[in-house]
């Protein structure tokens, strides 16, 4: 009878490796598919009544999928205080989400209540940094990953993603210290040619990002499950 060995330390320190390569892939997917189904729902629950039925369940559901792709990613390499601080900063700012993300419900149901209004206000800015904090992120991960590829492409998109962010932060920032005071004539023009352009400024400057932001999280995941599934070929 063949006595049982005891795994070695490399032994050991592969199978941690591996299990957190895992949990890094699971956390990829679940921010990938959580991006797009928080900002549909987000939006249905703002304009349309057919999700009423379910309460504020979707918006949990979506905005509490984010933090679990967060919290499975942070598995992964807990040595390093660089990729760990942007990753703090990221969950912080997808926990406000998630306790912000129901005054879109309430809002819905309620719009004439200023609070709610200006709740959704909050969240949508907060949905931003969000968005530009995972960009942070995934730069910080690319650094970690030998791929030099995935991180010469990961560094040159996210600071490009970074840039529309601030940029539409900033875009934010003048409309709203332009429609608090009283409007004169000509801020009023300008206010109203904002409104007219302001879905295409929102696709520019939001979509943009949004989309770049996930196929660096689908390539960034292929990579992790090529490099492993590959390497035990």
Known sequence: MTPTQNPGPEDRHEA????????LARGLSA????????????AETAEADWLKPLGLL?????????????????????????????????????????GLCPFIYWHNKMPAQFYFSLMEVVLQITGL???????QVLDRLGELLPDETLKQETRQFTALNRSLLITLLLLVG????????RPTPRISLVLKLIDLGGFWVLVFFALLPLAMT????????EV??????????
């Not at 941690?16 to 949990?23: H, K, V």
């Not at 940094?129 to 960009?135: D, E, K, P, V």
């Open 58 to 98: 979707p918006l949990l559901a979506t905005n509490g999928l984010l933090l679990y792709g967060l919290w499975q990613t942070g598995a992964f390499q807990t040595q390093e205080p660089a990729w760990f601080r942007a990753l703090d900063r990221a969950k912080l700012v997808a926990l406000v989400n998630f």
């Open 224 to 233: 992790i499950l090529d490099g492993v599934f590959g390497a035990r070929r």
């Open 214 to 221: 996930m196929a660096l999280l689908w390539k960034t995941k």
């Open 31 to 42: 921010l990938f598919w959580g991006l797009p189904a928080t900002l549909i729902v987000s």
């Open 174 to 181: 003048v409309y709203l210290l332009l429609e608090i005071p």
């Open 16 to 23: 941690a490796l591996l299990r957190s390569l895992g949990r």
């Open 129 to 135: 940094l969000f968005l530009f904090h995972l960009n």
